[in-house]
C-alpha cells in the first residue's frame, strides 16, 4: 500500500476490532503484513453489516453493495472506501473474489434473530466466514492450503461465536443451532458440538 497514513489508520481499526488476526499478522513479513491488514479491514467493514443497519432488507442491500464493491476492486477500480484501496492495491486474485462472495453469502444470516436451524447450518456459516477468510488470507501469502484453511477457519468461527453469545443474546438474536437450544451458555462455550471438537483436533496435526 502506497499511502502510509492509510496503512496505520486500517491497522489501528483492525487492532481495535480484530486484535487476534491483527496480532497474528504481526509475524508475517512487511509486503503479507499490508495485505493482511486489507484483508481483515475488508473483512470487519463487511462482518458488521448486521449493526449497521435496522432491518434485513438494508442489509440485504448493504450486502450486495459490498459484493459489487468487492467484484470492483478486483477490476482496480475500487469504490471511495479506504479498505477497498488497500484491497485492490495488493493486486487480489480470481479465487479470492470467489471466497469473498461466500462471506457475503453467509453473512446475510446476521440478519436473521435465529438464522440456523442445524448443526449443519451453523457449521455452513463457520467455514464460510471464517474459513472463507483464512483462504483469501492464504492465496494474498502465496500459499495454497485449502484442507488447512477450511479446518482452521471453522475452529476459529466456532470460537468467535461461543466467545460472542453475550453479545447476540444482548440484540435479541442466537447463534446456536435450534437442534441444540438445551444447551446452557457455557455449554456452548466449551463448544460440545461433534464438528467443533473435530476440526479443533484435525487443526493441531498441521501446527
Avoid: C
Avoid at 479470492?96 to 435465529?114: F, G, V, Y
Amino acid at each position: 500500500m502506497a499511502d502510509r497514513a492509510q496503512e496505520e489508520a486500517l491497522a489501528a481499526i483492525v487492532r481495535r476490532v480484530d486484535e487476534d488476526r491483527f496480532l497474528a499478522a504481526r509475524f508475517a513479513p512487511r509486503a503479507m503484513r499490508d495485505a493482511l491488514t486489507a484483508i481483515y479491514a475488508l473483512n470487519y467493514e463487511i462482518a458488521r453489516t448486521a449493526d449497521a443497519v435496522s432491518s434485513e432488507t438494508l442489509g440485504d442491500i448493504r450486502l450486495l453493495w459490498w459484493r459489487e464493491a468487492v467484484a470492483e476492486a478486483h477490476k482496480g477500480a475500487p469504490r471511495a472506501h479506504p479498505a477497498l484501496h488497500a484491497y485492490a492495491a495488493i493486486a487480489p486474485t480470481p479465487p479470492m473474489l470467489t471466497a469473498w462472495n461466500d462471506i457475503i453469502d453467509a453473512r446475510a444470516a446476521d440478519l436473521l434473530p435465529s438464522p440456523f436451524a442445524s448443526e449443519d447450518d451453523l457449521h455452513a456459516y463457520a467455514i464460510n466466514t471464517a474459513g472463507a477468510l483464512i483462504r483469501i488470507a492464504l492465496n494474498a501469502t502465496g500459499i495454497d492450503a485449502d484442507v488447512v484453511a477450511e479446518k482452521a477457519g471453522a475452529a476459529w468461527a466456532y470460537a468467535g461465536l461461543a466467545r460472542a453469545l453475550p453479545f447476540w443474546r444482548a440484540r435479541a438474536r442466537n447463534p446456536q443451532p435450534a437442534d441444540a437450544r438445551g444447551q446452557s451458555e457455557e455449554d456452548f462455550r466449551a463448544a460440545p458440538l461433534a464438528k467443533p471438537r473435530a476440526h479443533y483436533e484435525e487443526t493441531r496435526t498441521y501446527a
